[in-house]
C-alpha cells in the first residue's frame, strides 16, 4: 500500500528509534531492581525466555499491523474488515499511553534533578539515611514537578521536529551516545572488587528462587521492557518503508534492548556487593544507593553525572515513542496538524504528571503515580498485547502478514508459519495466564 506518510529516512534511523523507544528506565531503573528483589539469575533466565519466545513475535505481530496499514492505533485494527468493534482495543492503548506518559515523565524529571546535583557534588560524604531523606523531601516537592514539566518541554520540541528531523535525528545522536556511556561503565565495574559476586547473582540461576511471583514479574517487565502491547511499535512501523526487514528488525531490537538491560545489571551489582550494600533495595536502588556508590568512586561526581545523563537520555527517546502513539493518533483520526497534536498532548501530560508527581506529598492519599503504572503495565499492556495478537493471528487476512513477513523481508516459509503459530496460540495463552494469576 502505498500512502503519502511520511516514513524514517535510514535504516540507522529505524533502530535507533525504536531500540531508543524500548531502551528507557525500563532498562537502567526497573531492570536492576525487578532482579535485585526477584533473585537475580532465575529472574534473568525467565526473562530472556519471555523476550525472545514471546516477545520478537508479539513485536513481529505489531510491526506488521503497522505497516500493513500505515496508521497508528486505533486505524491499524480496522484493516481489512468494515467493521469497528476492534477500535476499542485501539482505544485501550491510547489510554495506556495516556498513563504511562503521565508517571514516566515524572521519573524522567527527577534524572535531570540527580544530573544537577552531581556536577554539584552534593551527595559529597552523605550517609544512605540523609540521600534516603533527601531523596523522598525532593519527589514530595515542587522542585519534582518543575524538572517534570521541562522534560516534558524538551520532549514536545523534538516532536515538533517530525518524524525525520525530530524523532530519527534525536535517536541517531542519543542512542550511540548511550552505548558509549554504557561501555565506559561495563569497563570500570570490571574492577571493582564486588565484580565477581556481582556477576554471579546476575547470571548464577539459583532456581529455588523460581517462583510464580518470579515468572510473572518477568513477563511484565520483558512486556514494558520492549514496549510492547500499547501500539508503540505498531505506530512506528507504520513509518516503516517497504524495504525495512520486520523480523530481522524484532530480533535487533530485542537484543540489544537485552543487551542494555544485562549492561544495566553488570554496572550496578558489581558496585552494589563492593560496598557492602542489599541489591534488593527496590525502586530507589538507582537514585538512592548508586550517588553512594559513586561517592566513595574515585572520579566519583564524572561517573555520577555520566550515569543520569545515560539515564535522561534513555527515557527521553522512549518518553518520545510513547508521546507519537497519541501525537499519530490525534493527526490521523482528529486530522489536527503536528503542532496542534503536540500542544494538546503537552499540555494535557503537564496536567497528568503533575498530579502523579505530587502523589508523592501533598496528594498523597490519591496515589495516582502508582494507580497510572499499575492500570497501564499490568491491566492495559497485557490486554491490548493478547488483543493484537489475536487480530493478527485470528481476524487479519493471511496474505497480509504472508506479505509483511514473508514477502517483503523475504524469511523462509517455516519461520513465518512458526511465528504465526505463537502469535496465534502460545502468545496470547502465555499471556492470558498471566494476566490471571497477576490479578489473582
Ligand atoms: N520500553 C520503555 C522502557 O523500557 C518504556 C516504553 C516506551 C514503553 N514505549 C513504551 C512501555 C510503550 C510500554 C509501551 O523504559
Partial sequence: M????????????????TVGSAVGLGNIWRFP??????????FLLCYILFVFLIGVPTICAEFTMGRASRVGIPGAFRQGHKSRKWDVVGYFGILAAILILGFYAVVAGWTFEYIIESVLNAFKETTPEVRHEHFESFISGWRAVGWTILFLLVNALVLLGGVQKGIERVSNILMPLLFIILIAFCINSFFMPGFDQGITFLFHPDFSKLTPDVILSALGQAFFSLSLGMGCLITYSSYFSDRTPLVKTAFQIAFLDTLVAILAGVIIFPAVFSFGMSPAEGPTLVFEVLPGIFNLMPGGMVWSTLFFILLSVASLTSLISVSEIVVAFLSDEFKLSRIKATMLLTAFTVVT?????LSFGPLRSLNLFNI????????????GGIGVCIFVGWKMRKCDSLEELHNKAGIPIWLYNTIMFIIKYLAPICITIVFIAGLI
Fill in 372 to 383: 497510572f503504572d499499575y492500570v497501564s503495565s499490568n491491566i492495559l499492556m497485557t490486554l
Fill in 2 to 17: 502505498s500512502t503519502g506518510r511520511v516514513q524514517f529516512s535510514s535504516k540507522l534511523g529505524v533502530i535507533a528509534a
Fill in 33 to 42: 531492581y525487578e532482579a535485585g528483589t526477584h533473585g537475580g539469575g532465575a
Fill in 353 to 357: 504528571s503533575t498530579l502523579c508527581s
